[in-house]
DNA sequence: TTGTATGCGTTATCAC
DNA sequence: GTGATAACGCATACAA
């Protein structure tokens, strides 16, 4: 049945007619006891709703598929909350999964550490937690945001706002790096009150949307740092009757599958969130495959600054 | 440990100590075998890459995740291929999956229907596979196709076209009927040619976008039998520089999370795509937890038609 | 090349 | 209440 070793054809034969007489299927469970290893692995993310999360994980899945052996993913959503995520860690582990791939929601570095350290395979991906030592795939986020509000300001933009989503990621941190970093080299004065926070769900983007578009005088641009923030701030926008980029221009990391099917179409940084995910899939199938401990890489994927017309 | 039976308190408080200090924890495997349950549901659907799916997804979550015992669920997406589809459910027999919800690619009604004559839990959503008895948790997507149409006469269009999504699914099937039905009523005879197919993808559906457009003479409206198919369409008509709703008017089946973040804003059934998730995964729970077998019920779940701009 | 015994880590059963 | 024992179904090592 493993195709393995030395067996006569006929013994083969007839244990392979006795399969198909009795109808028998191998019990995955007795046999990943024996073997050790369960053939699936964990996915931890914030939010599978989130385009972004769904390329991602379509990027592991067909990664995982092309295998020899095939791998299953268990799809963990938390919401970006660490009591959650630390639920969903508990239960994983305790179903045996061979590895995870995880978008850290903050928080758990003790039980993380703790993973890391005996060497269970595991990647980091769109996000990092700088005290865990484990392999990253991300976006240069700094970089990038730079680059984008470097062309707001380019467009003759000065008053940026920026519409925060208060996740505990460090992606979200580089992010804002990155625009203070394009101001001060533009010899723009930082203002905090351009900051507005929010929770990364869609609702409350568009309640802090609102808000932004309370301060006065209005900003003549806003950088958005994920695409839930865009999204709020374009029907905070649109509520208000102002005009984009005529009364306010927007840009915002991720770009949206349908960024050519409506309007305004918005200039953003996309991310490779399909190739991400291909990548972390790679990388954790060679921890999974090798004893080996190796030094943590990070991987830095290319992102791309898609200029269309609310930029202004 | 398993909070169970008759334990005196000290020799409890022995073994968790005992726990603590070994940190030890139970094998879910090697539990699983013997109990011959895992703790984990499949999830076989077509593309989380979809909003609907993504939806239907979280509702499944958060309906187990509420649960005294947690499941956990494998992710599988098919792309409408029965071949992929047929792999995914042998591989998940293989790990002896507690149920199964399934939105049907078509084909492989042979291992449903045996799985099914087995008493093994498992849900359809989304789409029936009418020849296998299973639970099903739809909506009615001819009442709701007949009455988006009806709405388009309501505004005037009488050369309808339709922009059909080619799924095995008998939603899509049940969608066009509903379509055929509400131009029946007004009196307005069937046109083949006002009809055009496309692969359930982003891009095929803008191809053939494309192709309904250059019907001469153009339609009044479109009815378009998915979101990605809305999507594509959309994408076509501002490429061809045309407006929505002046030039040719536009509505179809799902709603669109932005659809109050651009323009124009869409004309659309609502489906409860969280809601199905809910009760499908309820539904598979009790399953799940009965032995007793009953007859397979459907659940229709309500759609609301949202009208918007584009329906003119 | 084939057959057989052992153990993976649980839980259920049954004597104590 | 508690402790010992068998069995879940497979893979491995070793004997035949």
């Not at 006891?33 to 067909?62: H, M, V, W, Y």
């Not at 959503?77 to 850290?104: F, H, Q, S, V, W």
């Not at 509520?239 to 179409?265: C, Y």
């Not at 999974?288 to 930029?311: D, F, H, K, M, N």
Request: glycine fraction near 6%.
């Amino acid at each position: 049945m493993n195709e393995s070793r030395f067996v006569a054809p006929v013994t083969k034969a007839r244990v392979l007619a006795a399969i198909a007489e009795l109808d028998y299927r191998r019990d995955g469970i007795a046999r990943s006891l024996r073997r050790s290893r369960t053939g699936t692995i964990g996915a931890i993310i914030s939010d599978i709703t989130n385009p972004f999360f769904g390329d991602l994980f379509k990027g592991i899945e067909d990664t995982l598929q092309s295998l020899p052996e095939t791998l299953n993913v268990i799809l963990c959503n938390t919401e970006e909350d660490a009591e959650k995520e630390r639920l969903y860690l508990d239960l994983l582990m305790d179903k045996r999964i061979d590895g995870l791939i995880l978008a850290p929601a903050g928080g758990n570095a003790d039980v993380l550490t703790a993973l890391a350290n005996r060497g269970f395979p595991m990647v980091f991906v769109d996000r990092a937690l700088p005290s865990v030592p484990v392999d990253e795939v991300l976006v240069d986020n700094f970089a990038a945001s730079e680059e984008l509000v470097r062309h707001l300001v380019k467009q003759g933009h000065r008053r940026i706002a920026l519409l925060r989503a208060t996740l505990h990621a460090d992606s979200i941190e580089q992010r804002v790096a990155g625009y203070r970093r394009a101001l001060e080299q533009a010899g723009i004065p930082f203002k905090r009150d351009l900051i507005v926070d929010s929770a990364s769900d869609l609702n409350s983007a568009h309640v802090s949307g609102c808000r932004l578009l309370d301060i006065a005088p209005l900003p003549n641009a806003v950088f958005c740092t994920n695409n839930f923030m865009t999204l709020g701030l374009m029907r905070a926008i649109h509520n208000r009757g102002l005009d984009t980029p005529a009364d306010i221009a927007v840009a915002g990391f991720d770009d949206f599958p349908w960024a050519d099917s409506f309007r305004p179409r918005i200039t953003a940084i996309a991310q490779p969130a399909y190739e991400m995910g291909q990548v972390a899939a790679r990388r954790l199938c060679e921890k999974i495959g090798s004893a080996v401990r190796s030094e943590p890489v990070r991987t830095l994927l290319p992102t791309q600054l898609i200029v269309r017309e609310t930029s202004g």
